[in-house]
C-alpha cells in the first residue's frame, strides 16, 4: 500500500467523458489498496476565459479579485470528480485551497505556498476516503483565496505531496512524457525515459509548459518522486531524478518557447549611474517580472534599456515606467508583444564549449534574426519575432541531433 497523489491537467478533465475517465484512473489506484489524494486543474479553456472577464472589465484590475474569479475552476471540476467518484461507490470529497488549508503569500495571482497543514486531509484518506483537491488555490493572509499563477496545479500537486509524505506524484497530461521538445511543435521530438530535476527545472523557467517551474524547484528541494504521463494512455512516463541517476547524459537535452513574454525599449534615457536602479526598482515595485536585459550605448551619451516582461505585466509595466518618465528623461517607450524566447538546455554545457555558436549559426541559416541574448549556467536564450517560433525551434532541434530517428 502507498500513499499517492495524482493531477490531472485541464485536457484530462475538459468534459464529463473525461472526467468519468479520470474517475477510472483514480479508482484503479484505490482498489490496488492506495491512500490517493487527487488534484484537479480547471476544465481547459476555462481559466483563459475567466482570465478574459477580468482584463475585459479593467486591465488594472484588483489581483485578490482576479483571484476570487480564477480559482472558481478548479472548485467546480474538484466538486465533479468526487460526485462521480461517489457514483462509483466510493467515499470521496472535494477540498478547496482554504478548507486544507494551503497556506499561500499574498502576492495575488502569482503566489508562493507557504506551508499546508495536510493533518485534516490525511486524517480524511487514512480513514479510506479519497481526497480531491482543487488545484491552483490557496490562502493567502487575511482570508483572501489567492492563486499560485498559470500552472499551478502542478505545483499544489507536489506540495501537497510534500506534505502528505507521499510516495508518488504522478502528473497526468495531455503528453505521454516529457520530450526534448514540444511535441506538438516538432513531430520529431523524442521523449525522455528520465530528466534531471535541474534540466527540468530549466526547460521549465524558460517556457516548457508540461511542469511548472515552481513544482519542479520545490520537488527538487522535498525530493518528491514526480512521474509525467498520459491520462489516455497506458504507458509509463517520464521520471524526473537526480542527475546521477542519469546515464547517457548529452549536451543539449532540450529546446523551449515561450510566447508569453513582451519586450520594451525605454529610449535614451541619460547614462548616469542609478538610471538602471529606478527602472527596475519602479517595474519591481509593481510586481513586475523582468527576464532579459540589454543596454546599448548611444553615441550621443543616452542609452537604449531593452528587456522583456511577462505579456500579462505589460499594463503595469507600462504605468509604472510611465511614472518616471520625468525622472529619467527617456524620449520613448517602445512595446513589443510580437517576439518569442527560444531556449537550449542541457547540463552538458557546463563543460562543452561551443553549444551557444551552434544555435546562433542555425538561425542564421534561417535568416532568423536575434533581437536579445541572456545565458546562464545550463542554458542560452534569444529572443526573436515571434513568427519564427516553430522554424526556429524544428532547425535548433535539427542542429543539436536531437531529432528521433
Ligand atoms: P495540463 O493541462 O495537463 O497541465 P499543459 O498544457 O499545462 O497540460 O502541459 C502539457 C503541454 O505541454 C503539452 O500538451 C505540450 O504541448 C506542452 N509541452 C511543452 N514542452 C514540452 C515538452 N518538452 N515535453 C512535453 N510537453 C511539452
Ligand atoms: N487552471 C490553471 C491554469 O490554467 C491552473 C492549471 O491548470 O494548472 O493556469
Ligand atoms: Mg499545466
Redesign the pocket.
Known sequence: MARIVMK?????VADLDRIRNVAQRVKREVDAGNQVAVVV?AM?GVTNQLVKYCTDLSPLHDPREYDAVVATGEQVTSGLLAIELQRLGYEARSWQGWQIPIQTNDAFGKARIDGIDGSALLASIESGAIAVVAGFQGVAPGARIATLGR?G??TSAVALAAALKAERCD?????D?????????VPK?RKLQKISYEEMLE?ASV?????QTRSVELAMNERVRVQ?LS?FQDIPGTMVVDEDEIVEKQNVS?I?YSRDDAKITVRRVKDRPGIAAIIFGALAEANVNVDMIVQNLGADGTTDMTFTVGKADLPRAHAALGAIKEEIGYTDLLEDPDVAKISVVGVGMRSHAGIANTMFRALADKAINIQVISTSEIKVSVLIGAEYTELAVRALHTAYGLDAA
Request: glycine share 18%; charged share 15%; net charge negative.
Open positions: 490531472f491537467g485541464g485536457t484530462s486543474s481547459s500552472g496545479s502542478d502528473i497526468y497530461t495531455d503528453v512524457g516529457v520530450y526534448t521538445t514540444d511535441p506538438r511543435i521530438a526547460l517556457g516548457a509548459k508540461v511542469l509525467v491520462s532540450g523551449a
